[in-house]
């Protein structure tokens, strides 16, 4: 160890007041100059804020003022646009008010004329609430989003949305205008009328004006619409709350260009629209950067003046500073190296061994005091420590040798440091030979070391009994370094056999490419998740495994560790999963989903058969489960020998199944052998089952590209196959077009049970013995505006098909309920109301507890509305059919079997349902009184509905000798043209008062 050097060299103390005493006149200057530089820099400072703030807030002025001058032009634009909306909309009513038949074309000229005048529309479309056109146009689905209050335009009607591209790439604004309920205006605007707005201002040559909406869109921009129509408004133009007042934004700095500008925005409460305009600061403060100039090159004249006054007085100083500097340097140095490095001197000197120590040695030991006997200093070492390294040091100090030791020694606070020591014996003249030295505290690196060996005993622990194979190969020889016992386990190879082998030993010779190219994809950084590849055991066995891997150096190799998971069984489930995904579990066939992707993954044309089998499901609900699952199972092993010769078979539950014919020159005979198939009966364990075949046919490219096209369609020719009663129809464009004709007479059923467009006429019963009334029944009528009326028998079944039924049968209800209320007003409340009700409504609603809302609703008395079902629509389901009846029975509700004798209905089964009474069709009763074959059936119906205990009503009695008969055979009731046709209850109620007045 060196000497503590604590105190000062003996020159230090005489050169410090020199020092100090020639720096004080230089300090003086420096601080009055230094003054003198901030007050002038204060003024000029001063001088140029005052007149950069006039610059900025004359800037925002004028900016502002922009700002409110197009404000007032865009609402005259605004307004110019509503009024010809408004005008085209007052237009269109007064159509549909005159000719509501020719509404649409009318309208659709008038469009044209207000195109031509005004070149800033791209169109005008007629649209309903949803958005639908109902002209010629563009329609807009999102139409509701965004016709809400906040984006009307000055209080008006009319509403801006946001922006929209043209097929040609042209941007427009679509805006709307209620025409009357439920139908709107739908414009698209050409952005010139806001490119007009922004393009005649003054904003100098690099200021920007521009529109935008609420929905963070551009409409318009003076310097380069282009490059900015339809992206989101960058800030600052950020979307503010709408202000009466103009919004001063200040300084802002484009993210566009960079430019810094100040600029103002105008949000208006009463349109959704945001003015944007800005002046280029550059351009405001352009004559006050040349006052900074010249303020910034007299500051910097004084400053260099200063500098060069101070450099030549501190010049001589510093000349007397050098040497006394370079002492203190050198001190200065070996005192920070000793420091930095945590080095610290000891000596060891005297007859009597004596240690002392330097003052960094003191701190970084934590030792109480400079020195210390050699005992004292031994007492700390630690005890396995003490014995060697006291020999170690006498040696040392026998000049024997240079001491080198790591030793332990023991803190005060109880701890342990580890130490390294060097020294060595010194001689010097006219003094005893000590031993001096350094010492380092290296604690922190045994302590990594151990930390170290630890980490790699733990890696080894973990790696030899993963229960997964782990192996670690080279990278460049591909050899493996390390196996663990698992891969030993699992691929049946020694650790000594793997060692001695590459890891294209595991891997079938096919691969070896594709092993190669996954390396380098490893060398070169990609990602280390491996595709899953094909392993092979010693015994030859092949298996899929997961690869994932980690690059790493290994024992001096650039390598890869690698963990081989054993996927085999995982791919095998995955695969079983997506076949249960494409096939029919049932049956084992394709789904339609699975048909679909096969077909559009093939290439060539198809031709694709839709089978509708009815009668498949009621063996299931009459039979039983397993029955019905025995059915569908012939039926599938039947067309399944079909589809083998002649392409693909799918099964669509729980009726349908979908033969795609691959080989067009089989199409036709493949027909006629699925036609051939179906007409044969199932045979079932005990019976024979006869289904009701109707096949759709449609082909591919013929009538779609598309598989899912094609099989759509197919399917409406078998619908189109089992409303004419045909066997087989091939798709025609007719069929698309009455079908969507279909769809858009939904769509007017919807409108007109929303508008109450409906009305109920009543056709009275009567008592059959003196003609008194005894009920009336409600029957539809869809009435249009040229006094027609639309036939029930054109839309009731489109209802059912499309579930509109329930709706209208709930309309039907309550408006029964009201006319019953008439009839008790006018003094006939003993006179009830039957409603006819659809299968549709009787099995999906809780119909027994509507009749009761609607009655408690209205306030009706027990058996005022009475309920009317067909004998088809009961079989449909008889055990569900038998429970709702029981509970409307419970409620009071009177319920007729009507077009009694046409359905299959079995009479065991008829007479245990709660029936009030019967009405023979119409069929039956015609010429009743001439025929004797209908006679016979009248009489047998007759005869059964009284034996039941029921009520019979005859149907469709039109002439006296019908009448006549009835009456004589004992029919309880009569309805028909005879007594009279339905009408709307006023006519009723004058019908009724006229059957009570004594004339």
């Excluded at 169109?123 to 563009?138: K, N, R």
């Excluded at 003191?362 to 210390?372: E, G, H, K, V, Y």
């Excluded at 209208?808 to 003993?830: P, T």
């Excluded at 009700?837 to 009761?852: K, M, R």
Aim: proline share 5%; with cysteine; charged share 20%.
């Amino acid at each position: 160890m060196v000497l503590d050097d604590a105190c000062p060299p003996p020159n230090e103390a005489l050169e410090l007041p020199v020092t100090r005493v020639q720096a004080h006149p230089l300090r003086v200057i420096a601080i009055a100059g230094a003054l003198v530089a901030v007050l002038l820099a204060a003024a000029l400072a001063m001088m140029l804020w005052n007149d950069r703030s006039s610059r900025v807030e004359a800037a925002q002025r004028q900016s502002m003022a922009l700002a409110n001058g197009s404000d007032r032009l865009l609402r005259a634009q605004l307004i110019t646009l509503e009024r010809a909306l408004r005008g085209t909309a007052n237009d269109g009513r007064e159509f549909y008010r005159r000719v509501p038949d020719r509404a649409v074309e009318l309208l659709e000229a008038s469009i044209h004329g207000v195109l031509e005048r005004n070149r800033d529309l791209a169109s005008i479309t007629l649209v309903d609430d949803e958005g639908q056109p109902l002209s010629q146009g563009h329609g807009d689905p999102a139409l509701r989003s965004w016709v809400v209050p906040q984006n009307r335009v000055l209080s008006g009607e009319l509403y801006v949305g946001a922006l929209e591209q043209l097929p040609e790439g042209a941007w427009v604004v679509r805006t709307a205008l209620p025409m009357q309920q439920g139908q709107w205006l739908l414009a698209r605007v050409r952005l010139g009328m806001f490119q007009d707005v922004v393009s005649g201002l003054d904003v100098g040559k690099d200021g920007v004006a521009s529109i935008g909406n609420r929905y963070g869109q551009l409409l318009a921009h003076s310097r380069n619409p282009t490059a900015f129509i339809g992206r989101q408004l960058p800030s600052p133009m950020k979307i503010l709350a709408p202000s009466a007042e103009i919004v001063r934004q200040g300084i802002v700095e484009s993210p566009a260009d960079g430019q810094k500008r100040i600029a103002a925005v105008s949000v208006p409460t009463d349109y959704p629209l945001t003015l944007y305009t800005a002046l280029s600061y550059r351009e405001v403060m352009s004559r006050w950067y040349v006052f900074l100039y010249a303020a910034i090159g007299i500051f910097l004249l004084y400053l260099i003046g200063l500098a060069y006054l101070l450099y030549s007085l501190g010049r001589s100083a510093s000349q007397e500073q050098r040497l006394s500097e370079e002492l203190r340097t050198g001190a200065a140095e070996l005192e920070l190296a000793h420091e930095v490095g945590k080095v610290g001197t000891w000596s060891i000197h005297g007859e009597v061994p004596l240690l002392d120590w330097s003052l960094l040695t003191q701190q970084m030991l934590d030792l109480p005091t400079r020195a210390s006997t050699l005992d004292g200093f031994f007492r700390r070492v630690h005890e396995d420590d003490r014995a060697w390294l006291r020999v170690m040091l006498n040696h040392a100090r026998d000049g024997k040798g240079a001491l080198n030791a790591m030793f332990r020694l023991h803190m005060a606070d109880g701890s342990l440091r580890w130490l390294s020591a060097r020294g060595d014996r010194v001689n010097s003249p006219g003094q005893s030979p000590r031993l001096a030295g350094a010492v380092v505290d290296i604690s922190e690196r045994v302590h990594t070391e151990a930390r170290a060996q630890e980490a790699e005993r733990q890696f080894r622990l973990v790696f030899d009994r993963n229960p997964a194979p782990f192996w670690i190969f080279d990278l460049a020889t591909l050899r493996f370094l390390e196996v663990n016992q698992a891969a030993v386990d699992q691929y049946g190879f020694s650790r000594d056999e793997f060692l001695s082998m590459s890891i294209l030993d595991v891997r079938p010779p096919e691969d070896r490419d594709a092993i190669r190219r996954t390396v380098l994809g490893v060398t070169n950084g990609q990602p280390t998740l491996l595709p899953v590849h094909r392993h092979k055991r010693k015994d030859g066995s092949i298996f899929h495994v997961q690869a994932h891997g980690a690059r790493l150096e290994f024992d001096g190799h650039d390598a890869c560790l690698v963990l081989a998971e054993d996927v085999s069984q995982r791919l095998r489930y995955e695969k079983e999963l997506a076949y249960r995904a494409s096939h029919h579990a049932g049956t084992g066939l394709l789904t339609v989903r699975g048909l679909v992707e096969k077909l559009d993954a093939g290439t060539g044309g198809y031709t694709i058969a839709h089978v509708q089998l009815r009668g498949l499901q009621m063996i299931a609900d009459t039979l039983g489960r397993e029955a019905g699952e025995e059915a569908l199972r012939s039926v599938a092993v039947r067309l399944g020998g079909l589809a083998a010769r002649h392409g693909l078979l799918a099964h669509q539950p729980a009726e349908d199944f979908v033969l795609a014919i691959q080989k067009p020159a089989d199409v036709q005979l493949a027909l006629d052998a699925l036609l051939e198939a179906v007409a044969e009966p199932i045979r079932g364990r005990d019976t024979f089952h006869q289904l009701e075949a109707r096949i759709g046919v449609a082909s591919n490219p013929d009538d779609g590209e598309l598989a899912e096209q094609v099989l759509g369609r197919a399917a409406q020719a078998a619908h189109a196959a089992r409303e004419t009663g045909v066997a087989l129809a091939r798709f025609t464009p007719a069929m698309a077009a009455r079908y969507t004709e279909r769809l858009q007479l939904a769509g007017r059923v919807h409108m007109a049970i929303d508008r109450n467009e409906f009305e109920l006429h009543f056709q009275p019963i009567r008592h059959a013995a003196d003609g008194s009334p005894v009920a009336l029944e409600a029957l539809l009528r869809w009435p249009q505006a040229d006094g027609s009326f639309i036939p029930p028998g054109d839309f009731i079944q489109l209802c059912e098909d499309t579930g509109l039924i329930i709706a209208l049968g709930r309309w039907v209800l309550r408006s029964a309920a009201r006319a019953q209320q008439q009839l008790a007003a006018a003094g006939w409340g003993m006179l009830p109301i039957a409603v006819n009700v659809s299968a549709v409504q009787f099995f999906n609603t809780d119909l027994a507890n509507e009749f009761s809302r609607v009655i408690e609703e209205f306030g009706l008395p027990r058996g005022s509305l009475h309920l009317e079902l067909t004998e088809s629509s009961l079989m449909r389901n008889p055990g569900q059919a038998l429970q709702t009846m029981q509970r409307l029975h419970e409620r009071g509700i009177h319920i007729s079997l009507d077009d009694f004798g046409t359905g299959f209905s079995s009479m065991s089964y008829l007479q245990h349902l709660p029936l009030d009474s019967l009405k023979i069709d119409r069929s039956f009763v015609a010429d009743v009184e001439t025929n004797p074959r209908n006679a016979a059936i009248c009489r047998a119906l007759l005869s059964l509905g009284h034996s039941m205990g029921l009520m019979v009503i005859a149907e469709g009695v039109e002439t006296e000798g019908q009448y006549g008969w009835l009456a004589a055979h004992g029919c309880d009731q009569v309805q028909g043209y005879l007594l009279g046709r339905p009408m709307p209850m006023a006519d009723v109620l004058v019908l009724l008062a006229t059957l009570r007045s004594p004339g």
